[in-house]
């Protein structure tokens, strides 16, 4: 709901026509009695005039919203279609932009009930005018023009490739926070005598208990408390199969369950219950998803189409930002123990190594003719090197290195551009191999 595109305008809407209501009922209370220096501020201006006044006020702020919010997503398509689909969710979850629709429905929902209330002469009911309520409707109409003012250049700068990639750098180094290094239960290394996969039961895979999805779409989240706590009393083993970002269909295999004998029709919903399954992918749990946004925006800059080797220099820097942060974390460990000290839930997380793999592979493939980008990887290696704590991942980085130099070499470069990034790529790998050296010794 958070995310949602609706949330936040149908609260103003809602908080509107309570304000409507509440100031009709004061009108109809104060609508006799002096205001004294205050009368300035309520204008009176009769049946007909309030009748157009708010007939005006509605009927402008609800073609402003539909013009304004078509022409915006007319921008929005164009530059998804440039930098990648995916970051129309940023539009959806702006909270700038969920504000703006609801000022405007808003002012449209209380100009309308506040419409309604007017009785002119000649009815069965005495003439009533809310004048308080009319003024209300001005003075929000001067605020529908002051936020029309303000979305223009809110949307302009939305638009912009360091805004779009700075967003998504954010909520990569969100989930970050949040998942790295959150740790379900006990860690193996609190438990008295914690074996980690030893403890796995040796039955598991082929004795377990098959939890097969019943929809359709991608995890976007485990609620992992909710399963330690499930397993825990029901004294059996929890071996997911799944991770947020993975799609699932009917029939998927999504856990296991261990042993057999103590699992009844209940508990199978109960571990479906603990995933949530939706149409797209969301950051939320998915660290991946947050990179691969970043990594499609660098692909796509680099496509024959687009050719803007600077966009993806742009994506690099923000997928430095979040990566190094991540690196830099204890990845917790997949057995999670309950407060028995037995393991009971295996919940594995994506680890850096992985991510680092596929974002330096994506950029071999697609961005080898670029020497600026490669340039800019050559120095996301040492950025990534200085931040890390496993020693595989410097490894897999000197590997990536060589590879990148490889297929730079393969495009039959020219030979200045060739020997630079042969000396480039040399001194990130010195660099790389010197960041594992606890003297934090670094090469000149």
């Known amino acids: 709901m958070r995310d949602s595109f609706w949330l936040l305008p149908g609260l103003l809407c809602l908080l509107a026509a309570v304000l409507a209501e509440a100031l009709i009922a004061l009108d109809q209370q104060v609508d006799e009695l002096d205001l004294g220096p205050f009368a300035v501020l309520a204008t009176r201006i009769g049946e007909s005039g309030s009748r157009d006044v708010l007939g005006a006020i509605a009927g402008s702020v609800l073609g402003v919203a539909a013009t304004s919010f078509s022409i915006t997503i007319a921008v929005l398509a164009t530059a998804s279609s440039t930098y990648g689909p995916r970051l129309v969710r940023n539009f959806m979850t702006d909270r700038g932009n969920q504000f703006v629709l609801g ?25 009533f005018v809310p004048h308080l309520a009319v003024n209300v409707a001005v003075l929000l109409a001067v605020l529908s023009i002051g936020v029309l003012i303000w979305f223009i250049n809110h949307i302009a700068d939305s638009v912009q490739v360091g805004t779009l990639s700075r967003r998504v750098r954010a909520e990569l180094v969100d989930t970050v926070d949040r998942l790295y290094p959150e740790q379900l239960g006990r860690a193996p290394s609190e438990v008295p005598r914690g074996a980690g996969a030893h403890d796995v039961p040796s039955g598991l895979r082929s004795e377990g208990v098959e939890v097969r999805a019943d929809t359709i779409g991608y995890v976007q989240g485990v609620a992992e408390d909710r399963l330690l706590d499930l397993a825990t009393r029901h004294d059996v083993v929890i071996s997911l199969r799944v991770r947020p970002g993975s799609h699932v269909v009917e029939g998927d295999v999504v856990a296991l369950v261990w042993p057999p004998d103590r699992v009844d029709d209940r508990l199978g919903p109960a571990v479906r219950s603990g995933l ?122 000197v590997a990536h290195l060589e590879r990148l130099q490889e297929a730079f070499e393969r495009t039959a470069p020219q030979r200045c551009d060739a020997a630079e990034l042969r000396r480039r790529a040399a001194q990130s790998v010195a660099a790389v191999r010197a960041s594992a050296d606890p003297t934090g010794a670094r090469p000149s």
Do not use: K
């Open 103 to 127: 000022v405007y429905a808003a002012t449209f929902v209380y100009c309308l009930l506040t419409l309604r209330s007017i009785r002119e002469p000649g009815g069965a009911d005495e003439v």
């Open 276 to 397: 949530t399954v939706g149409r797209a992918r969301t950051p939320d749990q998915d660290v991946d998803y947050a990179v691969l946004v970043l990594e499609e925006m660098a692909v796509r800059a680099l496509s024959p189409s687009t050719n803007d080797p600077y966009t993806a220099v742009n994506a690099l820097d923000d997928l430095a930002a979040g990566l190094t942060h991540m690196v830099g974390r204890d990845v917790p460990s997949p057995y999670r123990y309950g407060p028995d000290d037995r393991l009971r839930v295996i919940a594995p997380r994506t680890g850096p190594v992985e991510l680092v793999d596929r974002v330096f592979d994506a950029i071999r493939w697609h961005g080898t003719g670029h020497p600026p980008v490669l340039h800019r990887m050559c120095g996301l290696a040492e950025q990534l090197a200085g931040a890390a704590r496993d020693p595989e991942l410097r490894d897999r980085l």
